[in-house]
């Protein structure tokens, strides 16, 4: 939106100016095209050279004649322009001086500031500086409505007169680089379609695609969720254009841009992505309020990417189903590698053709079967196309995941399900940009927001969901389609990319996480979110299940562990105790260490789960190659224990069970000498409770002395210095010095020391009831199932 501020720096006589040059240049090409008229005739010129050069000096004629047309339409929009300015500029004067007047002062960037303040009533006024201050209270609010209302004129002012100027650039067939080119409208759009239909684009065609590319406000508007105006034959041009091209012509350039008139090739899937994109953003407008939008692309393409293929089973036993995928999967592909083209990296998409292609990506990746065929191998790469594209929409993202409508819970659980529980071949990097940007835009003001903080606040439902049973959560109780707990743990351990982005999102907005106290997560007073605390652990469960995820969360933890403290410790001789229990600081460390270490655990657990099944598989490979081995190599034994058995003769069973005892043995003996003994499956190590209270209730105290020494105070009885210069730790002296926390309360003050036995016993008590001490504990943490 334009600033205040910028609305102060416009200056209608550099317009002025603008409008003289001009009036100059018009004369200039008045006065040419006069002496063309005069020089053109070239009477005593005959033949075919003649004609060549009376017909050059007419297309110069009609391009100076162009030229005019444009400059006089722009002539005329530069002065309307210049009256709204003015009128804009006497309105902020006139506000401006009515705000000075009661002492307040309106920044470059809209706020009110009030320079009296609001005094206090007198006892003895009646009242009076209380009715003064309501007033002016009442003036305040009107003034920032006022200030609002100005800068929503300056943009309507600059989009209008942006768009009239380049409306009147495309009339005259003016390209936005000054080189003639043939009008930018619906008849040349047609025809150009038609051409990119036929496998020829022209570079004239090509110049007319690339010329309406948005500017890089515009493309940051449209991220930001804001309205941008392009001009009505843009709009025309472009709906005209990929209409007349269709879904054949538009996947031909993808697929063959070189085939194009000599055109470069990036440089044409580019243009044709980046004005596929522009004409399906709602939020891309004309001055006559055509809108861009999904339905506005080809119906075809509509059908390519907005039908479901569920009945198309992971085994292909549906027939038409089967071949109905089957011939969608390649235009899929070149789909995708068309709208993420490089070139139009910073276009994005529509709303709902942001939805259809995240939507199309849970249809499409259920067809196991497909991606294991050797003319499908593209499919998950195309996949990641239509996941990269449509995460960059953030509305899009934010009712996707959420549930709202058209999408609908049911849709969600079941996208999330395929989606995020999907194997990634790029570790779920593309998938996990559906909810990444929320790590940046829940403290946003505007549209943009507002869109973060609903999908932050829906993050719990999709990974960790919950069952309002009035006992526990039970997995087994979840609606058909959902995802449970265990299962996206599962998925964000074999793709660590989603574990490391959840991490960026609980790390940036840890103050949605430090309500110990909420049963369910709700919308915070503050406008943010208020994770409940069973939906923050699981979530900071989850983003440890990467080794760079777990160290965000413990670095972020510590980050606000240690601004709380400084802060407390401002004044060490008077720690500010009250703001420390405040924080929240206490229960929040232990619950990111218990279930950081629980993660660990859980990791560990898979890890050491695959290397037993690797060396089991192994050994299993080698024990049927041994056996066979073996069969040969015990021929001689048991040739030779038969005739021991003949000889003993009357001993009977006694000589059967020697020879079969001597021939297993002997096999046995084989077999081991081969590959060794079975292998015996590794454990998983558990953490020690006991271990991990006490190194934290040592760093509390190791943490308050740092604050307080960063502070200005320190006691080398307490924390000794060692070689390196640096404090020796208190791990390493509290410990050996049993007068130690008697000086500690002395220096820290016995507030602050209470604090700290209080967090000590805190970390005590939930380290030993929630770290693992057993899997099955784990277990039933992750199932809600006794």
Known sequence: MVSIGEIRRWDPDALSDVVSRLNTQ??????????????????????????????????????????????????????????????????????????????????????????????????????????????????????????NTLMVRGDTIEDESAAAMLDAIDAAGIGRDGKPILGVNADSGRSDGEDARDGLLSEAAEARLKSLDLSRDQLDAIARGEQVIVTDHQMSYLRSFFDAAGKDGILALADNPANNDGNDARTTVAAAAAGLLTLSNEDVRTPSNQTGGFDKLPRDLQVLVGNRYWGADKNGSDADADRYARSSIDESIELGKLLNDPGAFFYTPGRDLALNLDRQVASLTQLDYLRNQYEYRDLDASLRNYLEVGSRNHEASSILLSGAEPVGVKARDNFANVVFGHDWDDDGRSAAKIFGWTAEGAGEHGRE??????????????????????????DQKLPEGAGSFEQFANSFHSNPELADTLSKVVSNNLGSIIRPD??????????????????????????????????????????????????????????????????????????????????????????IADANEAAQHTYDIKRTIADRIADVAAVPIEQGVEAVSTRLGPAGPFAEALAGAGIDAAREGIITGIIGDEPEAQRVPLPDPKLIAIAGERQILDDMLQAAAANGYRDESLTPIGVDGQPVPVSLTAGTNPGWLATFTRFIGSDAADFASDYGTNYKIGVGDDVAKELTQLEIWLTGNQ
């Open 449 to 474: 927001g507002e869109y973060a903080r609903t999908a932050l606040k829906a993050l719990p439902d999709i990974f960790v969901p919950t069952i309002e049973d009035g006992a526990r959560y039970d």
């Open 518 to 607: 909420l049963a369910q997560t709700v919308d915070a007073f503050d406008g943010t979110v208020a994770f409940s605390r069973d939906d923050g652990d699981r979530l900071i469960f989850l983003a440890s299940q990467s080794e760079t995820g777990l160290h965000n969360v413990i670095a972020a933890n510590e980050l606000y562990k240690n601004s709380v403290l400084n802060e407390a410790f401002r004044d060490p001789a008077n720690p500010n105790t009250a703001f420390l229990y405040e924080s929240e600081i206490m229960t929040l460390d232990e619950r990111v260490t218990t279930n950081t270490v629980n993660a660990q655990t859980f990791r560990l657990g898979h890890d």
């Open 26 to 147: 018009n004369s200039t090409a008045l006065t040419l095209e006069g002496e063309l008229a005069d020089r053109g005739k070239l009477e005593m010129w005959d033949g075919e050279t003649g004609d060549a050069a009376r017909g050059a000096i007419e297309k110069v004629q009609r391009d100076v004649g162009s030229h005019m047309e444009m400059l006089a339409a722009v002539r005329k929009a530069v002065e309307a322009t210049k009256d709204d300015v003015v009128a804009l500029k006497s309105d902020l004067v006139a506000l401006e001086n009515a705000a000075g007047a009661d002492g307040f002062a309106i920044g470059d960037d809209g706020s009110i500031a009030n320079l009296w303040g609001y005094p206090a009533s007198p006892s003895d006024d009646g009242g009076h500086q209380t009715a003064v201050n309501d007033a002016r209270r009442a003036h305040e609010r009107e003034l920032v409505e006022a200030a």
